[in-house]
């Protein structure tokens, strides 16, 4: 005899339950998820809302905040926030705490909304297993590579607006593929580009490789071609998005509205194959250590993660198409890195990569929605019932064992976000410190210039800055550096005499050094520490600085 009926695609919605519905009859589910991403964005990015922080660009930006290299990068939304935050006396460097507050409200809605449909798309109504798809979808908000990017003050309203609608894009495709649903994301996709172009990484990573999910739901006749047409939809929407970021930037500079930045996307074969080179050797520093954002050898971990959850979907025979995921997460990996290639100039710094991120968290919620379905089909199969039952036993062996090795799989993956969020509060403060390095030799600075305003009563209006012969980019207390992380904002040409004006309240320009005075008092010379007695000449209203 047979307990009762069902399929391996029992608890994918194939149509009769709507988007809607699901969510209020698991309203539950919706409360939890909302409450531990908040808790999950708490723990990652607490550090940077109870301490004041400051980038490269931060004393610029106080000081103007007509920041037009945003137009010439191709982020013209993030250029009209600004804009209209600036006109409205909002300082995006001064206001940074309820800013980033804003961020970290739609960093939470974002992952609250991807874990509701990726657990519509998949059948989930357990709360751990729809909190599980939640911790690993956390990944694409809970890395080092995000708070990279977020360590500059000036990005959270940008991020805000991104973020958010990235992942409006990215559900709207994947929850149908009608033209209503298709231009929606379009447009959205177009609003999350002009904040920051690596998110195009995270649409692509969203839609194809959590698209997969939809696959067992299509009837077999119908899948492939199912499958291409929503490849082809997805790739089309994400590639004319792209142009039109680019062509945009090529119209404001013909409108001389901009200058030509050198940053821009090139055709030019050389550069691009040059690039690819470049990015190849470079999956080295992201797989051993994050680009040196994480403890030697810890990127390892997230490998095998991602690898053991491959091969227990293969050996559980899921519903899902391995073959079909494995081509998207490819895709979406090469794609996390596409903007790099057409790069003129290219940076390869953790912010521009984030969508590195997007795919692994996309690779193993997906790996997780599709082991807890077939867990909850399984359960449910039909069992033959002899005399002494040993097939119903054996089976519920074998569901008992699955769910323990899923249980560990989990756990392990809880374990490492939690050990990124402490990776994250460590890199928080070390830029704490490396500012508060920067703002105790700027004050010093401005002390010596303050008394000998006193002493000679003459106001200083002029101050040149120039780096002694080895100049230190970082200061010896702080232990990361990568691109403008961890870099002394003493040594940023643009920004340093701003960062002496600001907390000295002077208000003096900047010229060139000049020779005469370089070659009388500093030619050659290098400093190990601050000496201010040394490095600092004040002569009539000009102050000479040397870094040391």
């Not at 519905?21 to 909302?34: C, E, G, H």
């Not at 006749?221 to 499958?227: G, L, P």
């Not at 940023?492 to 010229?511: H, T």
Request: aromatic share 12%; proline share 3%; with cysteine.
């Amino acid at each position: 005899m047979v307990a009762r009926i069902a399929s391996d695609n029992r608890h994918y919605p194939s149509s009769p339950v709507k988007f809607i519905p699901f969510i209020v009859s698991n309203r539950t589910n919706a409360f939890y998820s909302l409450a531990f991403s908040t808790i999950i964005m708490l723990l990652g990015y607490s550090g940077l809302l109870l301490r004041r922080h400051y980038s490269t660009d931060s004393y610029h930006l106080i000081d103007n905040q007509q920041a037009y290299w945003y137009l010439q990068n191709g982020r013209y939304t993030w250029w009209q926030v600004t804009m209209w935050l600036d006109q409205h006396g909002v300082n995006l460097v001064l206001d940074q705490r309820p800013l980033l507050v804003l961020a970290i409200i739609s960093f939470t809605l974002s992952l609250t909304l991807l874990t509701l449909v990726f657990s519509y798309v998949a059948g989930l109504t357990i709360p751990l297993q729809v909190m599980s798809v939640n911790v690993a979808l956390s990944l694409l908000f809970i890395n080092v590579f995000v708070e990279e990017f977020m360590l500059f003050p000036e990005v959270a309203v940008s991020a805000a607006i991104g973020f958010l609608f990235v992942t409006i894009a990215a559900t709207l495709l994947l929850k149908s593929s009608r033209w209503q649903y298709a231009i929606g994301s379009f447009a959205c996709l177009m609003l999350a580009l002009g904040c920051y172009q690596s998110l195009i990484g995270y649409y692509l990573a969203i839609v194809l490789v959590g698209g997969a999910l939809k696959t067992p739901t299509i009837a077999n006749d119908k899948k492939v071609k199912s499958v291409i047409l929503r490849w082809i939809e997805t790739i089309a929407i994400a590639g004319i998005a792209g142009i039109a970021n680019i062509v945009i930037v090529k119209m404001l500079i013909k409108a001389s509205v901009i200058i030509d930045p050198g940053r821009g996307a090139t055709t030019n074969v050389h550069t691009m194959l040059a690039n690819i080179i470049i990015i190849l050797k470079y999956q080295f520093k992201l797989w051993w250590n994050a680009d040196g954002l994480m403890a030697p050898g810890s990127m390892i971990i997230l490998l095998c993660i991602v690898i053991i959850g491959i091969v227990m979907a293969i050996r559980l025979h899921v519903s899902l198409n391995v073959t079909e995921l494995l081509f998207a997460a490819a895709l979406s990996y090469a794609a996390s890195f596409a903007v790099h290639v057409l790069e003129r100039d290219i940076q390869l710094t953790p912010r521009s990569n984030m969508a590195f991120w997007a795919v692994q968290g996309i690779l193993l919620a997906t790996l997780i929605c599709s082991l807890f379905t077939k867990h909850n089909s399984r359960q449910e199969q039909p069992v033959p019932l002899d005399k002494d039952n040993s097939n119903g036993a054996d089976s519920q062996i074998i569901t008992n064992n699955n769910a323990r090795s899923m249980f560990v799989f989990i756990s392990v993956i809880s374990i490492f976000v939690f050990g990124i969020t402490l990776n994250m509060q460590d890199i928080s403060y070390d830029l704490y410190t490396s500012n508060s390095l920067d703002k105790d030799y700027a004050l010093n600075v401005a002390a010596r210039i303050h008394d000998y305003e006193k002493e000679t009563g003459v106001s200083v209006k002029k101050i040149a800055i120039k780096e002694d012969a080895k100049p230190q980019q970082k200061y010896r207390s702080t232990r990361y550096y990568n691109n403008q992380l961890g870099r002394r904002i003493m040594n940023v040409d643009y920004a340093n005499y701003q960062m002496i004006n600001y907390l000295g309240r002077l208000q003096m320009e900047k010229i060139d050094f000049p020779s005469k005075i370089y070659k009388e008092y500093f030619n050659q010379k290098n400093w190990e520490v601050e000496d201010l007695d040394q490095q600092l000449i004040i002569k009539g209203d000009t102050a000479y600085l040397m870094l040391y």
